[in-house]
């Protein structure tokens, strides 16, 4: 009675283990990394079935069999770590032929020695039942080299966690992580308890059995909560495989993650592989597209890029590379696809040789249309511009005065016109010709525009006479600028054969800037402007010349 009390736990934990297999084998689509789990949830299960059939068997080559068997399942746990969190990680790149025999040697050899048993050197029996044993130094080599599955796995977890940002990834390792704690725990427990301290302690039964419990809850709790194995990837695997696009899925290390069958006529690789974007396009690395996505591949990982080249059997070939970014914008891996597209190519030349003829006609038109739109742009600028000069003719003067007025004085702007001539004109023409005096008139006009700002507007009023106007100005910064006007003209020479002649202005200026009654007719208040500023020309005319007068 006393032996089946101490077997009840390893059989309640037994049945719980199936419970959650159970579970999770109803929930969980089967993938490979579910298989993977599954076959390390299968290699737990078998310790507490054992204990508990030892406990119960009466026959001792029965018990033996069984006990052998558990520890063959404690030696493979190690090993059962190790892989499902390299599959969790997606890092089964690393099993390469000559590690995976590395890894699995001390395992072997553990399990070796629970079976050979050489001399009791794992096990001997105090008594007619195996329930009362004593343990030899093999039995420690076989804890040893659990601890140090546990270090190396932990090592790959470590690694993993630290250059994965994403805060999903994070808590299915601390999870997984705590469930390899915890059943570490209880074996170190159950050790220390059950065999160093046996003598002493009384035997805890069903330590090792909790701790198997207790984390394989942790992983079916990182299975639900935490989407640990994706019930999609066998679907997306499967739509990918059957893709006539060639997709190959690069870390940021450039191996080769995922491949499906449609990449096979543009690269042959393989998971695990390494594959260079440079290596692979070297062969047309001189052209110049290539060469512009090829920087862009080098300097600009996390952008979506997309080049087509010509392929070496004369097929069109579209490269497009998507990265896959975490939450910080870092590059976790690049979805590189490779599609054919010489049928879409050959439509699209197809369709640029039927639109060439069209293109042509067309081309006459667009010329026909260009010329009439600049002799028409020619015709606008000559309706209102001075052909001589260059500046603005009197209509278009009067024009936008006629609207500047009116919005100067609904909202109280100042404003100032400027009317000047050129001095002794009439002698110009009478001594050198008409010809030099256009060139004393347009000499005069470049003059005086260099001095006026970008807003002021300078036009021919008639003959040698000009004026000018000021929007936004008092009379104070009108008078400034009238005196800069003549300065600028005065230092002003002309070269008539081996003379050289000077140029001087008389200038007229009237500002407004009181605003005191409204302007009924725009026109008429022009008319008495301009009548007031042409009398202050002949007024500066009259006091010598080459001076400013200003309007009272």
């Excluded at 809850?217 to 640990?228: D, K, P």
């Excluded at 400027?418 to 003059?447: M, P, Q, S």
């Excluded at 800037?513 to 007024?539: G, H, I, N, T």
Aim: contains cysteine.
């Amino acid at each position: 009675m006393n032996a089946l009390g101490l077997i009840r736990p390893d059989l309640f934990i037994f049945l719980c283990l199936l419970f959650l297999l159970i579970i999770v084998v109803a929930i969980s689509q089967i993938t490979r990394t579910h298989k993977v789990y599954l076959a390390f949830h299968s290699i737990m299960m078998v310790w507490p079935l054992g204990q508990y059939a030892v406990s119960i068997a009466v026959r001792p080559d029965i018990q033996l069999i069984f006990l052998k068997l558990s520890f063959v399942s404690i030696g493979l746990i190690g090993p059962g770590w190790l892989f499902f969190v390299l599959f969790l990680t997606q890092r089964t790149s690393w099993l390469k032929s000559s590690r995976l025999a590395a890894v699995l040697l001390p395992s072997i050899i553990s399990v070796a020695a629970v079976l050979w048993n050489p001399n009791g050197l794992f096990f001997t029996s105090e008594g007619d039942h195996l329930g009362d044993r004593q343990y030899g130094p093999m039995f420690w080599l076989l804890a040893f080299t659990q601890f140090g599955y546990l270090f190396v796995t932990l090592i790959s977890m470590y690694y993993t966690m630290k250059n994965d940002s994403s805060s999903k990834r994070r808590k299915q390792m601390t999870t997984t992580l705590l469930g390899m704690f915890v059943l570490t725990g209880f074996a170190v427990l159950d050790v220390l308890v059950n065999v160093m301290l046996r003598d002493y302690l009384p035997i805890v039964p069903g330590l090792m059995s909790i701790g198997i419990l207790l984390s394989d809850f942790c992983f079916v709790v990182a299975i639900s909560r935490y989407g640990m194995f994706d019930v999609l990837s066998t679907a997306q695997k499967d739509i990918i495989d059957h893709m006539s696009m060639g997709i190959i899925v690069v870390d940021d290390s450039n191996k080769v993650i995922e491949v499906n069958r449609g990449a096979e006529p543009f690269a042959l690789v393989a998971k695990g592989d390494d594959f260079e974007m440079d290596k692979f396009l070297s062969s047309i690395e001189h052209r110049e597209e290539v060469r512009e996505f090829l920087y862009r591949y080098r300097n600009y990982p996390g952008s979506r890029q997309q080049t087509e080249i010509s392929w070496r059997d004369g097929r069109y070939v579209s490269i497009q590379i998507s990265p896959v970014l975490d939450e910080t914008k870092s590059v976790l891996a690049k979805v590189i696809t490779f599609q054919d597209v010489t049928e879409q190519r050959k439509h699209v030349e197809e369709m640029n040789r039927k639109n060439e003829a069209l293109h042509e006609r067309n081309l006459e038109l667009i010329l026909i249309q260009e010329e009439l739109f600049r002799v028409n742009q020619k015709l606008e600028q000559m309706a209102i511009t001075d052909g001589l000069t260059g500046c603005y003719n009197r209509r278009f003067l009067m024009q936008q005065l006629e609207h500047e007025v009116m919005l100067n004085y609904r909202y109280g702007t100042p404003f100032s016109i400027f009317l000047f001539d050129i001095d002794h004109f009439k002698t110009f023409n009478d001594r050198y010709g008409h010809v030099v005096g256009d060139e004393v008139i347009c000499k005069t006009a470049e003059t005086v525009r260099n001095s006026l700002r970008r807003t002021d507007i300078l036009a021919r009023y008639g003959g040698e006479e000009f004026t000018i106007y000021l929007p936004h100005t008092n009379r104070e910064q009108a008078e400034l600028l009238a005196d800069r006007i003549i300065q600028a003209v005065a230092a002003s020479e002309i070269a008539v054969g081996k003379e050289t002649v000077g140029i001087t202005i008389s200038m007229g200026t009237i500002t407004e800037e009181a605003f005191q009654k409204p302007v009924d007719d725009v026109k008429e208040y022009l008319r008495s402007m301009f009548a007031q500023v042409d009398a202050a020309l002949y007024q500066a005319k009259n006091q010598g010349r080459n001076r400013v007068v200003v309007a009272s």
